[in-house]
């Protein structure tokens, strides 16, 4: 996949993120969608050398996009922690 690829599914994952854990983030948007596809690139780098999964060439693959998804989660998880979590 390229760079393109990985931005694309970087905003459908931080997206999907944002769906599952609902409520104000400190960045708004824009902040949520770069977290997204930072989460991508690390739920690839994690699933491929701690879980010895590669990530696959192809853009429709099913750990692909649970990795990113994976890797958005934890680093909206760790912006909240950092950064304050406005649901009070």
């Given at each position: 996949m390229g760079i393109i690829s990985w931005i694309i599914l970087g905003l459908v994952?931080?997206?999907i993120a944002k769906v599952l854990l609902p409520g104000r983030d400190p960045g708004?948007?824009?902040g949520t969608t770069l977290i997204g596809?930072?989460?991508?690139?690390v739920g690839g780098w994690i699933s491929?050398?701690?879980?010895h999964r590669p990530v696959a060439n192809s853009f429709f693959?099913?750990?692909t996009w649970i990795a990113a998804v994976g890797?958005?989660?934890v680093l909206l998880v760790g912006?909240?922690?950092l950064f304050?979590?406005?649901r009070d």
């Open positions: 994952a931080g997206v708004g948007l824009i596809v930072a989460g991508a690139f491929s050398h701690f879980l693959d099913l750990t890797g958005s989660l912006y909240r922690l304050g979590n406005s």
